[in-house]
């Protein structure tokens, strides 16, 4: 799979599975919504029932900020098999130009974003890598 193609498909992905590292360097993934633009990928903290505001990934971002979101495709029909790693490092933004023009990407690609905009943080991801494989 070409770049173009691993891009394309992780940007049609509906959630991704976000990877963060622990202080203790234990790895700590979270299912995510997210929306790739460019050279960023942004994925919103939103209002959605947690237990803390002091998420772990929020801890992590900034203990280590090297991060890897993975989107895939399962499916019986092996032929539909794909998967794109993308790899980076991450920011939390919590206003600015940034922060706005995130929330407003998100919003085009997630209807719920329209109708319920968050109005947390943002996390920012600088892609420096992607990989990818699909069945063929």
């Known amino acids: 799979m070409d770049d173009a193609e691993a891009r394309a498909l992780a940007a049609a992905a509906r959630v991704g599975h976000l990877a963060t590292v622990r202080p203790d360097g234990a790895p700590h ?6 929306v790739l633009y460019d050279e960023q990928i942004y994925t919103p903290i939103d209002r959605k029932p947690k237990r803390s505001r002091s998420l772990q990934r929020l801890r992590n971002i900034e203990h280590e900020p ?3 979101l993975l989107a895939d495709e399962y499916d019986e029909e092996w032929e539909r098999l794909w998967w794109v790693r993308l790899d980076g490092r991450a920011r939390v ?11 407003a990407l998100l919003a ?5 974003y329209r109708e ?3 109005d947390d943080r943002v996390i920012a991801i600088d892609v420096e890598r992607v990989t990818g494989w699909r069945y063929r």
Do not use: M, N, S
Request: net charge negative.
């Open 29 to 34: 993934v979270v299912p995510c919504v997210f």
């Open 66 to 68: 090297r991060v890897a």
């Open 93 to 103: 933004l919590d206003d600015g130009p940034e922060h706005e023009r995130g929330l």
């Open 108 to 112: 085009d690609k997630y209807v719920q």
């Open 116 to 118: 319920d905009p968050p």
